[in-house]
């Protein structure tokens, strides 16, 4: 069983960056794609970022393209979400997902079997 955990998250003003986390402990995580997803109070929880398990593939959703950038140190058994100029509506609750499929970076939450419990991310105007 994998558990994740994010970490990084609190408030930020408009403009600023933060930098979450997600560490795993279970089992590695090397040979699962891996994505971050967002809710935001009173919306469906959306795919924000994907990445495949060398890393060699990313993908964004347009929202975030040019701000965030997905990364991973297999070494750590760790993903991160580094996010600059952050905006008001990035305000929500970041989950980190895993996939059992290595190859996967996608957007569709059904492809991936363990989140993690969510860090708050802020982001006043």
């Known amino acids: 069983q994998v558990q994740l955990v994010e970490s990084g998250g609190g408030l930020v003003q408009a403009g600023g960056s933060l930098r979450l986390s997600c560490a795993a402990s279970g089992r590695t995580l090397s040979s699962n794609g891996m994505g971050w997803f967002r809710q935001a109070p009173g919306k469906e929880r959306e795919f924000v970022a994907g990445?495949?398990?060398?890393?060699?593939?990313?993908r964004y959703a347009d929202s975030v393209k040019g701000r965030f950038t997905i990364s991973r140190d297999n070494a750590k058994n760790t993903v991160y979400l580094q996010m600059n100029s952050l905006k008001p509506e990035d305000t929500a609750v970041y989950y980190c997902?895993?996939?059992?499929?290595?190859?996967?970076?996608?957007?569709?939450?059904?492809?991936?079997?363990?989140w993690g419990q969510g860090t708050q991310v802020t982001v006043a105007s």
């Open positions: 990445i495949n398990w060398r890393g060699g593939s990313t």
């Open positions: 997902a895993a996939a059992p499929s290595r190859w996967y970076s996608g957007a569709n939450p059904l492809e991936y079997d363990y």
